[in-house]
């Protein structure tokens, strides 16, 4: 009888213990491999700008194509050809540029992608571009739009200036410390949520930097900005999403986005 007793304490000592140790968390779905949704993703309404193969979906803005002496797909990325010694502008840009963009426009979105750079490179992400207005205002086929920054910091000249470092929102608001940046020659991932007025600026998993466009600061830093002379600059639209052609060997992989 008390062998019995004891085996039934045991029994329900177990089973309260069951009951009160917190269940094990799932473990997270492993990331997808390059170019690649995971279901969740997919679940979540993500879809590929870039199969990891063609460039399908994109074109040189201001071209009917893709300016291939510009972009070409190498091991699931888009490089960007380095230009040489072509004529450039004052800002570095080539004078003959190919930036390269989405077919299709954007309103709201969150987009992401991986990307890096050769030593001293210079490139971005633009987004709400309008191609009417970036062939009116820069006939180089140079895009005009909100721009995230990519950079080499420590070699290029452009990485002494707060709001043209790597992340930043180029030339207008510059990245927090919370930004931490991979070496040269390894892969970043970058996040930029845009939803109303809204706009953020994500590096490696953290924020960096955010801003809401009709404020009193952000119309501050547009007239203090190199953009304070184009009519319509900021003006929310569906706009495009642009790779820059800034001269520079980059790449890119990855692309995603996703809409409300």
């Not at 309260?16 to 140790?21: D, G």
Request: hydrophobic fraction near 40%; charge should be neutral; glycine fraction near 10%.
């Amino acid at each position: 009888m008390i062998r019995a007793q004891l085996i039934l304490c045991v029994a329900l000592a177990g089973a309260a213990s069951a009951q009160t140790r917190p269940a094990t968390p799932p473990l997270p779905s492993p990331p997808a491999p390059p170019n690649q949704l995971t279901a969740e993703e997919r679940a979540a309404g993500w879809r590929l700008l870039f199969d990891g193969r063609t460039l399908a979906g994109w074109r040189g803005l201001g071209y009917d194509s893709v300016p291939s002496a510009h972009w070409v797909v190498v091991d699931g990325a888009i490089k960007k050809i380095a230009s040489g010694n072509v004529p450039k502008l004052p800002d570095g840009q080539p004078r003959q540029g190919g930036d390269l963009m989405t077919v299709a426009t954007f309103g709201d979105f969150e987009l992401t992608w991986e990307w890096k750079v050769t030593p001293g490179a210079n490139s971005g992400v633009k987004y709400n571009v309008s191609e009417e207005l970036s062939m009116a205002q820069a006939p180089n086929h140079a895009a005009l739009g909100f721009e995230y920054q990519m950079l080499d910091d420590d070699r290029h000249e452009d990485g002494k200036l707060p709001t043209h470092r790597a992340g930043a929102l180029y030339d207008l608001v510059a990245p927090n410390a919370a930004k931490r940046l991979h070496p040269v020659g390894e892969w970043n991932h970058s996040r930029v949520i845009f939803r109303g007025n809204h706009g953020e600026h994500w590096l490696n998993g953290a924020k960096i930097l955010e801003f809401d466009l009709g404020t009193a600061l952000m119309d501050s830093l547009l007239a203090a900005s190199k953009y304070r002379a184009i009519p319509g600059f900021a003006e929310r639209r569906n706009g495009h999403i642009v790779l820059q052609d800034h001269g520079d060997e980059v790449y890119f992989r990855s692309i995603k986005v996703r809409e409300p």
